[in-house]
């Protein structure tokens, strides 16, 4: 959600990204955003199953039952039950405004007092907070989703591909829309690559089975805010979208649909059960696939402080089931074939040239953008996208 809150110079992040450790997985063959394998730190952090302790800060709160703490929350509990640990070895600081460093620095240092000796912070602004802490405690493992920082020895970062999913999504969006103009509910503006990109890679999914359809884009400049959210939806819903996909925490945009009598694309969990009669498919996060790894890697002592970026092979993106009162089975097929390109045909979304909106191109014929380039150099809109 939170790869970067605006970057104030694209080139800047993936300089820093490349100094940082390599990426565990590829779902390509392009370069890893992290440089080479060999970039990872020399530290090595073993902690027994028994004496782990993990601290998580969360933006939200997990009991409002759908978005991106949600999501994140159902990761941990399902690192929790898969390792084998009690509920008194898991600490949660919830509703931590990652843009308050006091805040974040006490919900941390809480957690630290408490015992935790492994803290994933999920959202981008607890960044630099956890650097700095890092340095501090050295014996302990900061592990930040999003973002891009890694001090080579005690933190690292972690994200992944969630444009695969976006890009299956486009099509369930562009085979289900009649009026051939599509909504996104978006948190950041077109300097936020990681928003961006997973729009260019929906409306690339839409594009690939509806030419004629057009994604309208309305911004909230706000990561959480339902009020936004809503008004945002309603907006795109009074231009005559019949479809409303998001990018932000709430089911809002879901519910707004549901009550105009249009459909929509969830996100973060899967927001069928908050507006069944809306919510063709949602873009998802497993994130137990990241965070069973990061502490069964710290029991075993192999955790080594390489960055994560994993994708739909590794089961950390995927959509949910499409609702199968709203979808047809030509819809099925058609995701169930970009999906087996994906994973098995070596189809990567931003390949060969891509036309932008604005009349130019980028990418090159026979290749792909890499990873770099897809977390923090993606400020250009698809070709068939419109700002509202």
């Known amino acids: 959600m939170k790869l970067s809150k605006i970057l104030t110079a694209a080139a800047l992040a993936a300089a820093l990204m490349l100094a940082g450790c390599s990426n565990t997985t ?24 028994e004496d782990i302790k993990v601290g998580v800060i969360h933006i939200g709160n997990p ?36 843009g308050d460093p006091t805040a974040t620095e006490t919900a941390i240092r809480e957690c630290i007092e408490a015992g935790c000796n492994v803290i994933f912070g999920t959202s981008w602004g ?20 999003t973002g891009y920082k890694n001090n080579g020895s005690n933190m690292n970062n972690y994200f992944g591909r969630i444009y695969q999913a976006r890009y299956l999504s486009g099509i369930v969006a562009g085979m289900k829309t009649q009026s051939n103009l599509i909504g996104y509910v978006a948190a950041m503006g077109q300097e936020n690559s990681e928003v961006t990109g997973g729009i260019d890679a929906f409306a690339m999914g839409v594009y690939s089975v509806n030419p004629d359809a057009k994604v309208y884009v309305k911004v909230t400049n706000s990561w959480y805010s339902p009020t936004e959210e809503t008004n945002a939806a309603k907006a795109l ?20 649909a549901e009550a105009a009598n249009v459909w929509g694309i969830g996100y973060n969990s899967d927001m069928s059960k908050d507006a069944p009669g809306a919510t ?24 080594d402080c390489t960055n994560y970026f994993g994708g739909m092979s590794d089961g950390l993106v995927d959509i949910s089931p499409l609702n199968s009162a709203l979808c047809t089975e030509e819809m099925q ?22 036309e932008t909106n604005d009349g130019s191109t980028v990418g090159a014929e026979g290749s792909t953008l890499d990873d770099a380039t897809i977390t923090s150099g993606i400020n250009w809109y698809f070709k068939n996208v419109e700002v509202k």
């Open 126 to 145: 607890y960044m630099d907070t956890m650097e700095a802490l890092a340095e501090e405690y050295p014996d302990i493992v900061f592990s930040h989703g």
């Open 237 to 256: 819903i009074a231009e005559g979208c019949d479809v409303i996909a998001q990018h932000c925490d709430t089911p809002n945009p879901q519910l707004e």
């Open 333 to 354: 097929t058609k995701v169930d074939e970009a999906k087996n390109a994906i994973l098995n045909d070596g189809f990567n979304v931003f390949d060969g040239i891509i």
């Open 280 to 303: 063709l498919t949602s873009v998802i996060w497993n994130w137990d696939a990241y965070y069973t790894s990061a502490v069964q890697s710290i029991i075993d002592g192999t955790w």
């Open 26 to 49: 590829s779902d390509t063959d392009a370069d890893n955003a992290g440089g080479n394998p060999d970039s990872a730190g020399s530290s090595t952090i073993q902690i027994a199953k």
């Open 63 to 98: 009991a409002d039952g759908s978005g991106y703490t949600y999501a994140h929350d159902l990761g941990i509990q399902g690192m929790q039950a898969a390792i084998g640990l009690s509920d008194d070895q898991i600490v949660r600081k919830n509703n931590v405004s990652d």
